[in-house]
């Protein structure tokens, strides 16, 4: 099993950068597929980016693509978002997940909070404009 606690969450104005990050208990961080979902008030939780094991891969929501950099120090057993070019509509709880499925096809196809076992608490982003 692995926990999840995210942190570096705030107030921001429009344009703005905010890095996350997401530190994992455990020996086997690097086991894991990890990824950052979000979630706005009155709508459902939404994929935001996701990384491989190694952190060669990574995948985003067209969204956030360009502005969104996931990556990961398995040393540290830390997952990062930078946020970049923040706009209104990023405001929303980021949520750290993670899931010991790996295939290329996983990496690919992995969009739903369904498709990932574990998650953080969550930290809050608001964007003002």
């Known amino acids: 099993q692995v926990q999840l606690v995210e942190s570096g969450g705030g107030l921001v104005q429009a344009g703005d950068s905010l890095r996350l990050s997401c530190a994992a208990s455990?020996?086997?961080?690097?086991?894991?597929?990890m990824a950052w979902f979000r979630q706005a008030p009155g709508k459902e939780r939404e994929f935001v980016a996701a990384?491989?094991?190694?952190?060669?891969?990574?995948y985003y929501a067209d969204s956030v693509k360009g502005r969104f950099t996931i990556s990961r120090d398995n040393a540290k057993n830390t997952v990062y978002l930078q946020m970049n070019s923040l706009k209104h509509e990023d405001t929303a709880v980021y949520y750290c997940a993670a899931d010991v499925r790996r295939s290329r096809t996983y990496l690919n196809t992995a969009r739903s909070p369904a498709d990932y076992g574990y998650w953080g608490q969550g930290t809050q982003v608001t964007v003002s404009s």
């Open positions: 455990g020996r086997t961080f690097s086991s894991y597929t």
């Open positions: 990384v491989s094991l190694t952190g060669s891969s990574t």
